[in-house]
T-cell receptor, first 115, second 115 residues
Framework: DTGVSQDPRHKITKRGQNVTFRCDPI?????LYWYRQTLGQGPEFLTY????????KSRLLSDRFSAERPKGSFSTLEIQRTEQGDSAMYLC?????????????FGEGSRLTVL | DQQVKQNSPSLSVQEGRISILNCDYT??????FLWYKKYPAEGPTFLIS?????DKNEDGRFTVFLNKSAKHLSLHIVPSQPGDSAVYFC??????????????FGTGTLLAVQP
């Protein structure tokens, strides 16, 4: 399978704990995005990487959130001191900048439940 | 502010009939529009797209219409099949002018196709 993969698929944690999600994009894609989706809403943009550079961050991304893409391949999204409001599906997507139809290819998501 | 709006949270149609899903946008900088389909516990899957230089794009049973003056697009599915039952998201981007190609999503419409 050469699609976008995310790990873990499900994470249950207690309020105040730190969690980290990993995303492996499609190998030839240089653009990587993180989105968050809550019940009844569409995916909301969080942050964007082109290769290893983080070029845009949404105001939704508080100081407790940090994302990295150290070698321009996989990416991690860490949430520190989780709050119940962080409970959501975290989606990763990738695309090849400058080519193709402009669509983003999404992974299956990592669902976070904060108790 | 909700730049992409899907005002119908749900739609129910009979198998074999036409499904019409609607989407409105407010940002006149958007120049590329996409529809995604999402099944429960899966990530969104790209369905069809349209550039702002066109007013119609067709792919098999799926057709997207764009009315730039009204800032409105619609997705037509003919004939509808039970396997089409899913949440459909409209998305838009400033693809040709923007640097990130990030997508802004609507809140989704749940389509139920009754056998």
């Amino acid at each position: 399978d050469t699609g976008v993969s995310q790990d873990p698929r499900h994470k249950i944690t207690k309020r105040g704990q730190n969690v980290t999600f990993r995303c492996d994009p499609i190998s030839e894609h240089n653009r990587l995005y993180w989105y968050r989706q809550t019940l009844g809403q569409g995916p909301e943009f969080l942050t964007y990487f082109q290769n290893e550079a983080q070029l845009e961050k949404s105001r939704l991304l508080s100081d407790r959130f940090s994302a990295e893409r150290p070698k321009g391949s996989f990416s991690t999204l860490e949430i520190q001191r989780t709050e119940q409001g962080d409970s959501a599906m975290y989606l990763c997507a990738s695309s090849h900048g400058g080519r193709g139809t402009g669509e983003l290819f999404f992974g299956e998501g990592s669902r976070l439940t904060v108790l | 502010d909700q730049q992409v709006k899907q005002n119908s949270p749900s739609l129910s149609v009979q198998e074999g009939r036409i499904s019409i899903l609607n989407c409105d946008y407010t940002n006149s900088m958007f120049d590329y529009f996409l529809w995604y389909k999402k099944y429960p516990a899966e990530g969104p899957t790209f369905l069809i797209s349209i550039s702002s230089i066109k007013d119609k794009n067709e792919d098999g049973r799926f057709t997207v219409f764009l009315n730039k003056s009204a800032k409105h697009l619609s997705l037509h599915i003919v004939p509808s099949q039970p396997g089409d039952s899913a949440v459909y998201f409209c998305a838009a981007s400033d693809r040709y002018g923007g640097a990130t190609n990030k997508l802004i999503f609507g809140t989704g419409t749940l389509l139920a196709v009754q056998p």
